[in-house]
């Protein structure tokens, strides 16, 4: 019951974050207080290599765990993220799956054993989880089985940030079409244009006077014609 009633208190926690850094920030605050692991970090690959986000006050570190993957193309985050399944690391001293990798590690960083997953949901996936401990041995059958659940957890928060981040980029795109299209009518009607000459002079507006062609077709709805590049910004708001 205390295991249940902590994983719901967990998911109202991390369904109420704002976007996806402050949720990112919580799943790794909320797993090393749980566990006691010595660093943890939220991985991406990108076209750069890997991307590491993290809470730790060793931001050092953790980025030099970043480079060395990103440098040997070996490791933890790309194994989770290209299978897909739970990784462990008991000792990085017996590790062989990836010796560039395991050396540089070893002689790098304090790191002796990891822990990574794959945050997945709907077969969409999220970014992997890294857990780390300067002990050997720290990743215990027991904190697996912990660290398996909160994995779950962990994606279903992220991906609702993600959804949710998207939906509000979608709703500003269609509020700013809409603005775009009703000041083009307007121009179209007060100066005789066709819709793409009204679209040109917006566009010719918006270089002029080095402002986003949104905020000019906004004040063009708002004001009834375009507004003029020596007016105060003061006057053009009122």
Request: charged residues 25%; hydrophobic residues 45%; contains cysteine.
């Amino acid at each position: 019951m205390d295991s249940a009633r902590w994983f719901a208190a967990l998911a109202r926690d991390l369904a109420e974050q704002a976007d996806r850094d402050a949720a990112a920030s919580r799943v790794l605050d909320l797993i090393t207080g749980a566990i006691g692991c010595s660093f943890a970090a939220i991985a991406h690959l990108t076209p750069q290599g890997v991307l590491v986000h993290s809470n730790s006050t060793d931001q050092q570190l953790l980025a030099k765990v970043a480079a060395i993957s990103t440098g040997t193309g070996e490791g933890i985050a790309w194994e989770v993220l290209r299978t897909r399944a739970r990784v462990g690391v008991d000792d990085l001293a017996a590790e062989s799956r990836w010796p560039l990798f395991t050396e540089r590690l070893r002689t790098e960083t304090p790191i002796r054993s990891a822990l990574g997953y794959c945050l997945t949901l709907d077969n969409v996936v999220r970014a992997a989880m890294l857990l780390f401990s300067d002990e050997p041995g720290f990743f215990t059958d027991l904190i697996c089985r912990f660290a398996d659940v909160y994995a779950d957890h962990a994606a279903i928060a992220l991906a609702r940030v993600h959804d949710h981040e998207r939906a509000g980029n979608l709703e500003t795109a269609l509020q700013s079409n809409r603005e775009i299209g009703m000041a083009i009518g307007i121009l179209m009607v007060r100066y005789s244009l066709t819709d793409q000459a009204a679209f040109d002079l917006l566009r010719v507006t918006s270089q002029h006077q080095h402002r986003k062609l949104r905020d000019i077709a906004a004040e063009t709805v708002y004001r009834g014609d375009l507004p003029q590049r020596d007016e105060p910004a003061a006057l053009r708001l009122a």
